[in-house]
């Protein structure tokens, strides 16, 4: 983002007060920057209570988890307000292109959402995605009409074909699915960004609001996150934090860290004067 632009977003922070900016994908505006999944909470109160404050317009969980033939009526989704968030269903559990589809075809033929998170999982100890699985389904399943989202592992390469076969947004994970490793590959998530046209969110293996922060700070969209909120031992506190950490990480990155240097300078710039 040019120096201009950059300006231009600040100075719309500075007049409403807020560090929110609006961004899209596909068709869909959104401020908040900040994806939450549903499960692992110790119970329902505690989830809504997090989920209040993140300020999360975006919430994501798993299909296995949620009976297709009653959606409307389904634990997972009644304590929720209806209408009042976008869902993106996630084909976890799946482990290969075809059952990933035809769980997104379930998804949307009972109504929850057109959007789909594709994870497709290679390894049952690593969780990681199977690059493979994972743009076969994105090329199907966005050829169907879905606004597809896949979580993939920070390989730039795969990100790009990602992106060329379709795929709305990009979702490279910083670790391992509930690791709390943080961002393993910094110089990767970066050069995602970098390369990509389509928002690029942070999802997986984050654990605290300084993983989030630095996400941010190397120009991810958004962040995806479960694990870092539920598990967390004060989730709705946890919740706030993250938020918090998303806002000052964008706008760090909005208004350009300073160069890193090898030696030291005095900032009062007394180095620069000479001393008769």
């Known amino acids: 983002m040019d120096f201009e632009k950059r300006s231009d977003v600040r100075a719309s922070h500075a007049a409403a007060g807020t560090t929110e900016d609006t961004w899209r994908i596909g068709n869909a505006e959104m401020a908040s920057r900040f994806f939450l999944g549903t499960g692992l909470f110790p119970n329902p109160f505690v989830q809504n209570e997090a989920i209040a404050v993140s300020g999360a317009e975006v919430l994501t969980f798993a299909i296995r988890r949620v009976d297709l033939e009653s959606a409307e009526d389904d634990s997972i989704l009644q304590h929720l307000e209806p209408g009042k968030f976008r869902f993106l269903p996630n084909t976890s559990g799946s482990r290969t292109a075809e059952e990933a589809v035809r769980i997104a075809r379930l998804a949307r033929a009972?109504?929850?959402s057109d959007w789909i998170k594709v994870e497709i999982s290679a390894d049952e100890r690593t969780l990681l995605p199977d690059p493979i699985e994972t743009l076969r389904a994105t090329?199907?399943?966005?050829k169907e009409g879905f606004t597809v989202l896949p979580y993939i592992s920070d390989d730039p390469v795969i990100c790009r074909k990602l992106e060329e076969a379709g795929a709305a947004a990009i979702m490279p994970g910083g670790a391992p699915i509930?690791?709390?490793?943080?961002?393993?590959?910094?110089?990767?998530i970066g050069l995602i960004v970098e390369e990509a046209n389509v928002p690029v969110i942070v999802d997986a293996g984050?654990?605290?609001?300084?993983?989030?922060?630095?996400?941010?700070?190397?120009g991810a969209a958004a962040?995806?996150?479960?694990?870092?909120?539920?598990?967390?031992?004060?989730?709705v506190g946890m919740a706030l934090a993250m938020k918090l950490a998303i806002e000052g990480g964008r706008l760090a990155y909005l208004s350009g860290r300073m160069g890193k240097k090898r030696y030291a300078?005095?900032?009062?710039?007394?180095?620069?004067?000479?001393?008769?």
């Open 139 to 142: 090329e199907i399943l966005v």
């Open 265 to 276: 300078s005095a900032s009062s710039g007394f180095d620069a004067l000479k001393v008769k």
């Open 206 to 218: 984050l654990g605290t609001a300084s993983d989030a922060a630095l996400a941010m700070e190397l």
């Open 178 to 188: 509930g690791t709390g490793l943080g961002i393993l590959n910094p110089y990767n």
């Open 110 to 112: 009972s109504g929850l």
């Open 223 to 235: 962040i995806l996150m479960n694990t870092p909120v539920a598990k967390a031992q004060d989730p």
